[in-house]
């Protein structure tokens, strides 16, 4: 098992920062993916940005520059930086921890950019 705690949600202004922190514990493999996605009510879950456990990175469209995704292994944490962000980025964002078979999910931390 592997359990993921997402922090750093919250309200932010139109053109305002968050950064969210996920951090794994339990039987994680040294070879994984970790990432978020991000879900509105109605709309399907949607990637927001994924690394692997060399740090290699990927990003949903039209996100990358404004997001940005990092990791310390040593922490085993997962890091979402969130920039200049607009209220259509308000949603849940969730992490998650994959390796092999497996996949987890993180409880979810909101995200609402609104004045």
């Avoid at 078979?101 to 979810?108: A, C, E």
């Amino acid at each position: 098992q592997v359990q993921l705690v997402e922090s750093g949600g919250g309200l932010v202004q139109p053109g305002g920062s968050l950064r969210l922190s996920c951090a794994a514990s339990g039987n994680i493999l040294s070879t994984n993916n970790m990432g978020w996605y991000r879900q509105v009510p109605g709309i399907e879950r949607e990637l927001v940005a994924r690394i692997t456990s060399t740090g290699l990175t990927d990003y949903g469209d039209g996100l990358k520059g404004r997001f940005t995704i990092s990791r310390d292994n040593t922490k085993r944490t997962v890091y979402l930086q969130l920039t200049s962000l607009k209220p259509e980025d308000t949603a849940a964002y969730y992490c998650y921890y994959r390796d092999g078979r497996r996949v987890y999910w993180g409880q979810g931390t909101q995200v609402t950019v609104s004045s």
